[in-house]
């Protein structure tokens, strides 16, 4: 397939559109103009027939000034004669036809039946148009019948043509005006933007793009502005998520590192092997932990092109699991579950994972209570997990979802994360608060769309009299 830039393709588009046109006045010329002038011929015949027959009409209808000179040319071109209804008479009249012609026009007048009609013959190369009608020839019944050549069309036809070509050519070059402009007011946006995409291509995308102008073009680079500025931020989100990620994971690795190597210099940082052991088995659990998260972090940007495969889940079975394997790991603080009963809707995997994180980050901070409370709204579904332990400052609250957020006591920053992203990829969004008693997170859940069913129509019932 050949391959053609934007400024050929409006050069042949113009082009194209000039030949079609050329090729549509051409096809439609012969048949348009040249049955239009038949039609005058014939007029123009039957005009000068009539005003022949009836000179008086002169004076009952006189000629214009304007069609002076036209009548006097007909009167020129237009031959007539008269021919009895009889064979054997000679025909009337002062020009006359070629025999040949003159038989055929008195065998098609014998023919005719109409008062008047209208006839071609083709003589050589040239044309005849002829008109016959009924009159009174030396007072007996006979034809009128006045013909004239094809010279008048045909130089009527070679004038339009000649006429036309000069307007073909002007406007061919008119109409490339505007193709030149078009080709310069597209070429120079486009070069624009094609210069920021190859700076995207190549990593950069600092330089802001705006364009002001045609409104097409300037939603264009908008969009593309918008793009950019998106780009931007990924990129930043991942070179920090790297960043974090790197720091996390550096620390349990050097404390495994240096007590493996301490080991093996026979060297106990602890008390004994066993306790020394311990920390590394510690410090490796940490590290798988912190890997995990990251995984299924990343794992979660995925699940946003798929389809979600939601069911519905009695909040209870998850919150009272939560509530089981949480209460071990501080025994001086209670896990109390509030409206068990209520019904929501999601990946229940996921759903585990959010209570999860929101429990364990609860219990760094609580005094001794947290409550996980469920309960059903008018429009949605509203899932909270609330701790009454110190307040979080203002000025955090806004970062607090944030990946690698740490607060006073924070430890690896991915898990409110992940609960944000579990909560959008429901439809829902993540809230904090400090409440009465502490903090509280809430997590508004939508319901799920569900068709009325139709009523069935009551039936009245008849009385018996």
Do not use: C
């Not at 088995?281 to 990251?294: F, K, P, Q, T, Y």
């Not at 760094?364 to 110190?390: C, F, M, P, Q």
């Amino acid at each position: 397939m050949i391959k053609v830039n934007l400024a050929k393709r409006i050069w042949l588009a113009f082009i194209s559109l000039i030949v079609l046109v050329a090729l549509s006045i051409i096809i439609i010329y012969p048949i348009s103009i040249k049955g239009t002038l038949t039609e005058e011929t014939y007029r123009l015949i039957e005009t000068a027939q009539t005003r022949y027959a009836y000179p008086l009409l002169d004076l009952i209808d006189p000629r214009d000034e304007a069609g002076d000179f036209m009548d006097r040319r007909e009167a020129g071109d237009i031959g007539h004669f008269f021919i009895h209804d009889t064979v054997g008479r000679a025909p009337v009249g002062d020009s006359f036809p070629p025999p040949d012609i003159l038989l055929e026009m008195a065998q098609n007048a014998y023919k005719q039946e109409a008062n008047r009609g209208r006839y071609e013959i083709q003589y050589g190369e040239a044309t005849v148009f002829y008109v016959i009608s009924k009159a009174q020839v030396q007072g007996t019944p006979g034809f009128h019948i006045s013909y004239m050549w094809d010279t008048y069309r045909d130089q009527m036809v070679n004038r339009l043509w000649e006429r036309l070509l000069y307007l073909l050519l002007l406007t061919s070059g008119l109409s490339l005006l505007p193709a030149i402009w078009l080709k310069h007011y597209l070429r120079q946006p486009l070069i624009v933007l094609g210069n920021h995409l190859e700076q995207i291509a190549n990593r950069d995308w600092q330089e802001p793009l705006k364009w002001d102008g045609d409104e097409d073009f300037q939603r264009l680079s908008d969009q593309f502005e918008k793009m950019r500025q998106n780009l931007n931020s990924y990129d930043r989100a991942q070179k920090t998520f790297i960043q974090h990620a790197s720091h996390e994971l550096k620390t349990p690795i050097m404390v495994i590192k240096s007590y493996a190597q301490s080991v093996k210099d026979g060297i106990l940082p602890k008390d004994n092997m066993e306790q020394t052991m311990n920390v590394i088995i510690e410090e490796a659990n940490r590290m798988e932990r912190r890997v995990v998260d990251m995984l299924y972090y990343t794992k979660l940007d995925s699940l946003k092109e798929e389809t979600p495969k939601h069911e519905e889940i009695i909040f209870g079975s998850l919150a009272f699991q939560i509530e089981e394997r949480f209460r071990v790991q501080r025994e001086d603080v209670k896990i109390k579950v509030i409206g068990p009963e209520t019904k929501i809707y999601g990946d229940i995997e996921q759903l585990e994972v959010l209570l999860e994180n929101l429990v364990e980050n609860a219990l760094r901070y609580a005094v001794d209570t947290i409550w996980i409370t469920a309960k059903e709204l008018d429009d949605h579904v509203e899932v909270s997990v609330e701790n009454n332990g110190e307040a979080i400052p203002e000025v955090d609250l806004p970062q607090i979802f944030n990946p690698f957020y740490k607060g006073n006591k924070g430890k690896f920053g991915l898990g409110l994360a992940i609960v944000k992203r579990i909560a959008e990829l429901h439809g829902g969004q993540p809230k904090i608060e400090n409440s009465e008693v502490g903090v509280k997170f809430i997590i508004e859940f939508p319901k799920p769309y569900k068709k009325p069913k139709d009523q069935p129509k009551s039936k009245k019932k008849e009385k018996k009299s």
